[in-house]
């Protein structure tokens, strides 16, 4: 048999580090030749740990120019050609894209090339999607990524990873069979490492862990907060992320800064020890837009944490409504101060919704699951391509 080449098409490789890399070291250990595409990252300091990552673990990667919310034909274009001809030099037999980029990029090049296996993972539908309609330029991208995606849909011998209903039925419109769509919840967690066993005592931190983008609900998140001090809570509301500043949505760090100053918020940054911050937080809070499937709130509940998020695709999928956590409308910061003025009164409920958040976790996110079922995915698709 020739070598099992698969090369990861993802937006950077940041990214890919925090949610991918199990199964690539998993794949290598089954036999894979694994190398990785990446574009420009949001964060140099952030990519250049997770290049390191990468030597460490002895997977190739090879950065590109695109940008993951760059709608500039000059960048993009070039990216593309960067993509193709890396695909075409590493001449993969399974080519695994990640982020609406990598879809994009890596499945046409698959297609061009006639790679023998593709897998599609939905992790989120990105800014094209998941903020205001916006303008001209931005609806027309819209329209030309769906035309696109059908084209990328219509390899031979794919399989599309989505993490939520919505996303499925999404690609069922976009033209894939039912067949062809997997449903996996989430990039799987470490149990061990999130787990209430780690917990110190719950403070009274209602903890935002994303990227500072408006998409993520941040700023509904400051004005909920201000409600309830205005109040005279006593509870601390904390944003936890970096500033993203290739991101259309960005959130200034003077305009962080300015809802530090007026007390309304607090700002740790970019933070390595989330086990740490997840077994101290008296409620985790994400009120995003949309997500595929949040990443933080499957940890979060693996902690033992109680949530708040939106009754948006992804959000609501990572909870149990009424058991694990709350859900509020999006973009609505009344609403969710109501949340979690209701949680921060009942103690009972926090503890009662951490324990069975724990449970979820322990059933549906972890990573052994998502790891397995990812590499079956790899050999089916292998064995319909008489590989």
């Known amino acids: 048999m020739p070598d099992k080449r698969l090369t990861f098409v993802i937006n950077t490789a940041a990214f890919f580090v925090s949610h991918r890399l199990p199964i690539a070291l998993a794949a290598a250990n089954r036999g894979y030749d694994v190398s990785l595409i990446v574009g420009r990252p949001a964060s140099e300091r952030l990519e250049a740990a997770a290049f390191e990552r990468l030597r460490q673990n002895h997977i190739q990667f090879f950065p590109t120019a695109f940008r993951s919310s760059s709608l500039s034909l000059s960048t993009e274009v070039p990216g593309f050609l960067q993509v193709l001809r890396q695909l075409r030099r590493l001449r ?5 894209t990640v982020t609406p980029k990598g879809g994009l990029y890596g499945g046409l090049a698959a297609r061009v090339l006639r790679v023998p296996a593709l897998v599609v993972a939905i992790s989120g539908m990105g800014y094209l999607f998941t903020g205001d309609a916006g303008g001209l330029k931005r609806r027309l991208a819209r329209v030309l990524y769906q035309i696109l995606m059908r084209f990328v849909y219509a390899h ?3 399989m ?13 419109d976009a033209g894939a069979r039912p067949e062809e769509v997997f449903l996996i919840p989430g990039s799987g967690v470490d149990l061990e490492l999130f787990s209430p066993a780690n917990a110190i005592e719950r403070q009274p931190y209602v903890i935002l862990p994303a990227r500072l983008l408006r998409d993520k609900g941040v700023v509904e ?7 309830l001090k205005n109040r005279g809570s006593k509870w601390r509301f904390v944003l936890v992320g970096t500033i ?3 991101n259309p949505t960005v959130i200034s760090a003077a305009e962080i800064e300015s809802w530090v100053a007026e007390g309304s918020v607090e700002w740790w940054g970019y933070r390595e020890d989330m086990p740490a911050i997840f077994a101290s937080a008296g409620i985790v809070c994400l009120p995003s837009y949309r997500e595929g499937m949040p990443r933080a709130l499957l940890e979060a509940a693996a902690a033992g944490c109680p949530i708040v998020t939106t009754d948006e695709p992804g959000c609501r999928e990572a909870i149990i409504p009424g058991e694990t956590g709350d859900l509020v409308p999006p973009r609505n910061a009344e609403a969710l101060a109501e949340a979690l003025q209701a949680l921060i009164d009942d103690p009972e409920r926090r503890e009662r919704y951490g324990k069975a958040g724990r449970d979820l976790a322990c059933r549906r996110y972890g990573i052994k699951a998502v790891v397995d079922q990812t590499l079956a995915i790899y050999d089916r698709l292998l064995s319909r391509a008489g590989r």
């Not at 998140?221 to 409600?227: G, L, S, T, Y």
């Open 221 to 227: 998140f400051v004005a909920a907060a201000r409600i």
């Open 156 to 158: 031979p011998n794919k």
């Open 244 to 246: 993203e500043a290739d």
């Open 92 to 96: 993969p037999l399974v080519v695994h």
């Open 160 to 172: 599309i990873i989505v993490q939520n209903s919505s996303d499925r039925q999404a690609a069922l």
